[in-house]
């Protein structure tokens, strides 16, 4: 009996062997820098069906990002070309390629769902009601959905929205949970009233510490006592401008998926804060203690610590805003280009509570970065649009690596930020192959 192993399984399992094996890559310690020729760039020059003009910059334990990003795609209604990663829950994420609309389709929007959705076919979505209630809360109400559209000002904002896992599936050692690649974010425009104006009505007590949420969705076991998911933020991010409770998604009712008729939206954090098919919100005197706020859900080591630690569940902390981070969307990865034309890049940067202020890209395997013309957001916590134009001195393979960088100054790490054993918050730069043809 003969077994294969895939290249991601072989290279997670030692990924200076499997260059040594593959290509016979000898990375150094020092600077992880591969020392591929004669033979060993090759058998990767044949593999890829191109010469590298780079080769000497590649990083080793590098997969080439043209046999990294498979391509697999499963059809949901109204989510066609989406890749399901799981169906109980349904979960599935969006290939970067049909990410590139500047405001994010509803059915290019990844699916992030804890427990089974409710069924709302047959409600008055006017009379879904939520009770805003907690130790911290001054004055309780049950409001309708009617009730929200007018009593309170209406917004619509065009707002990121990101899995805390978004990147999972490229930690080594494995992290438990769904293997998300690079499609968990998108950023539509949403509507609904800010979440401040409804807890200030509400009246918010001096003692008030969290602001949490619960949904109509079920437990995945049936069982009616048990929640799939209650998170929840800080009063300082539910008071921002930009924490909503919304009802429509690009100009139109919430879908099914999405949380109709209502969602709490708390962007530039991990999607998890921001609740779907929502019942309750709670003004906590404390940190809230739902499902899924212990342990280690949602959390990372609070000091870095080595691949493979096992740490104390005391010493993680909650995931807050996201990292800075950035995807391309043109073209798709794979592309044939022709050398003496222009190559023209494009994608959209983000970075949590923060801007994006500079974006860059490489053809070189990071040993070189050329600025990236970047767009203002819409609003604040929208993601930015970038746009390059690029030329390749020689055929061959390439990579296109892109890399953003807050205005705070920190940028997206190279190959893999620290690993963590939930495998949460990668914003590693995003890349795609290209094959220049003379």
């Not at 069982?223 to 008071?239: E, F, L, N």
């Not at 870095?304 to 981070?325: H, L």
């Not at 997206?412 to 192959?433: D, E, K, M, S, T």
Request: net charge positive; charged share 20%.
């Amino acid at each position: 009996m003969s077994s294969k192993r895939g290249i991601h399984e072989l290279y997670n399992a030692d990924a200076e062997r499997a260059d040594k094996l593959l290509w016979g890559r000898v990375t150094c310690p020092l600077t992880r820098r591969g020392f591929i020729r004669g033979s060993g760039l090759a058998a990767m020059s044949a593999a890829l069906g191109a010469s590298i003009p780079f080769a000497e910059f590649m990083p080793g334990g590098l997969i080439p990002a043209a046999f990294a990003q498979a391509d697999g795609s499963f059809y949901i209604p109204g989510k066609s070309g989406l890749t399901v990663l799981n169906d109980r829950p349904i979960n599935a994420e969006t290939p970067a390629h049909l990410l590139d609309d500047p405001i994010t389709p509803a059915s290019r929007l990844f699916v992030r769902n804890n427990g089974i959705p409710p069924v709302t076919d047959d409600i008055d979505p006017l009379d879904w009601s939520i009770d805003v209630e907690g130790e911290a809360c001054d004055r309780p109400q049950s409001i309708t959905l009617r009730t929200l559209k007018s009593r309170y000002r209406n917004y619509t904002l065009q707002l990121q929205i990101e899995c805390g896992g978004s990147g999972r599936s490229e930690f080594y050692p494995p992290a438990t949970g769904i293997q998300w690649t690079t499609g968990a974010i998108g950023c539509p425009e949403w509507t609904g009233v800010r979440l401040k104006d409804v807890l200030e009505d509400c009246g918010i007590t001096d003692n008030a510490v969290y602001v949490a949420y619960e949904a109509a969705d079920s437990h995945l076991s049936g069982d009616p006592t048990r929640q799939p998911i209650s998170r929840g933020v800080p009063v300082h991010k539910a008071m921002q401008n930009e924490s909503m409770i919304v009802w429509a998604m690009n100009g139109k009712p919430l879908p099914p998926l999405h949380g109709y008729p209502l969602r709490m939206l708390c962007p530039g954090w991990s999607g998890s804060v921001s609740g779907k098919w929502l019942t309750r919100v709670l003004l906590r005197d404390r940190i809230h203690d739902g499902a899924k706020m212990a342990g280690q859900s949602y959390r990372v080591p609070c000091k870095p610590v080595a691949p493979g630690t096992i740490v104390a569940d005391q010493d993680m902390c909650i995931i807050e805003s996201m990292p800075v981070k950035s995807l391309i969307t043109f073209p798709k990865s794979g592309v044939q280009h022709v050398l003496s034309k222009t190559f023209n890049v494009r994608g959209h940067a983000w970075a949590g509570d923060r801007r994006v202020q500079k974006l860059y890209v490489s053809v070189d395997f990071g040993a070189s970065w050329q600025s990236a013309k970047l767009k203002k957001p819409a609003n604040r916590l929208a993601w930015q649009h970038w746009s390059a134009k690029l030329n390749f001195l020689e055929a061959g393979y390439y990579e296109v690596w892109a890399r953003a960088v807050d205005q705070d100054g920190k940028s997206q790490p190279v190959v893999l930020p620290g690993w963590n054993p939930r495998g949460y918050l990668n914003n590693a730069c995003h890349r795609i192959a290209v094959m220049v043809n003379a």
